[in-house]
């Protein structure tokens, strides 16, 4: 009986404490398990929903780990050839200027085969928001050595770890794009606590909301955790990625509008 009660307590909407946004599909996500991307997902997808644009957005993904999202996210989505989300999301806005338009990309996407889209867009101040996963390692395609890989780090391509004299510096993308007079706001973010999962939200919805301005491109990215990629549980990835991810690649906003 107290079971039954508690039960009846708990499904009562005014004891309602979350509820799975609409904007996600029914569909399984494609991640690894513990990996941050099925979390970002949610976030840009309740922002979405709580700003009533689910009609008026179009999101684009490319190839890489978020390849199919267009099964996960309930918007008009465009896939895009590897790398060349911000030259397609470009076109789009250009030709919808009243639609809200999005990039969704991994870092060995957005920052090596696509570093010139990425760059130009921003550059160009295309009025997009860019939603960038660094896990510091190509997830998708076996675990290899990304843009993004810290020194020292081992992945497949790179099994004694990365060496700087041969193999040169990871890019800081994103302070690289604050840099540049067409992007508005840039910021990043994790999403491996509770806390900083509401500091991704609220940083992707100024990100969103910013495009109604028209003042140019705003960029987010989400420092992730890739535990089979990084060969961790988990748990140990998250520690991994606080103790080395976040010294080289600090959270917080890097460019706010003025």
């Known amino acids: 009986m107290e079971d039954q009660l508690t039960k009846e307590f708990i499904c009562q909407p005014e004891n309602l404490v979350y509820e799975r946004t609409h904007l996600l599909t029914e569909n399984a996500l494609s991640y690894c398990p513990g990996c941050g991307h099925g979390t970002a997902h949610r976030l840009l997808m309740e922002v979405i929903e709580e700003m009533g644009l689910q009609e008026n957005t179009i999101g684009v993904a490319p190839v890489g780990c978020s390849v199919l999202a267009y099964d996960f996210m309930n918007i008009d989505m465009q896939q895009a050839a590897h790398g060349r989300a911000p030259a397609v999301a470009t076109g789009i806005k250009r030709l919808f200027p009243n639609k809200t338009v999005f990039t969704y990309q991994g870092d060995g996407d957005l920052a090596a085969i696509g570093t010139g889209e990425t760059i130009h867009a921003c550059n160009r101040g295309e009025n997009i928001t860019v939603i960038f996963v660094n896990n510091g390692i190509y997830g998708m395609t076996g675990g290899q050595m990304a843009p993004t890989t810290l020194p020292g780090m081992k992945t497949a391509t790179s099994p004694f770890g990365r060496d700087t004299k041969s193999m040169g510096y990871p890019l800081k993308i994103t302070e690289l794009v604050a840099q540049l007079g067409g992007t508005y706001y840039v910021t990043r973010q994790s999403v491996h606590t509770p806390a900083n999962v509401r500091k991704a939200k609220k940083a992707i919805e ?13 960029f987010v990215e989400i420092v992730s955790n890739c535990n089979s990629g990084w060969k961790m549980t988990p748990l140990d990835s998250n520690v991994w990625m606080e103790e080395n991810m976040f010294p080289f690649y600090p959270l917080g906003d890097i460019k706010v509008p003025k």
């Open 206 to 218: 100024k990100a969103i909301s910013y495009q109604k301005l028209d003042k140019g491109l705003c």
